[in-house]
């Protein structure tokens, strides 16, 4: 069953990595955070839930549960700094008519979930490949 395992962890942190491109691209235009701040774009951080050596161990005893798939290490925000749009009539402009908005890529954030969705459309094909094997192994078990 790790197999499923595997491809489930990695649904779910691609299913989290697209909420966070939803929420930049949600405020990408957003010039105030409710303390007052410019928002600041936010990257999922994401890795393999156990290290090489915990693996190696695993490998030497059968008995040892092994930690398999992916996990979020951390949703961090980014240093992509602002933006300055000229205009002097909005209530969050500056005193020389400048408003801050989040410097944060339309295009990028697009690319970005496109690339996540065919990680997780990926996942889920094997996640679909595993079970359709197990099934067979099951089938040919009541078979013998």
Do not use: C
């Amino acid at each position: 069953m790790e197999a499923t395992q595997i491809s489930r962890s990695a649904l779910d942190v691609e299913w989290q990595r697209l909420q966070v491109i939803a929420t930049n691209l949600a405020n990408m235009n957003t010039t105030r955070t409710g303390n007052g701040g410019t928002y600041a774009a936010q990257r999922l951080v994401s890795g393999p839930v156990g290290d090489f050596a915990a693996e190696m161990r695993v490998a030497g005893d059968p008995d040892a549960p092994p930690e398999r798939g992916v996990m979020v290490y951390q949703i961090t925000q980014t240093n992509s700094g602002t933006r300055q749009v000229f205009n002097p009539n909005h209530p969050h402009a500056n005193e020389d008519g400048f408003v801050s908005y989040p410097n944060i890529s339309q295009s990028d954030e697009m690319s970005m979930m496109i690339k996540t969705q065919r990680a997780y459309q990926a996942n889920l094909v094997a996640l679909q490949a595993a079970q359709r094997m197990f099934s067979s192994a099951l089938q040919v078990g009541r078979q013998g």
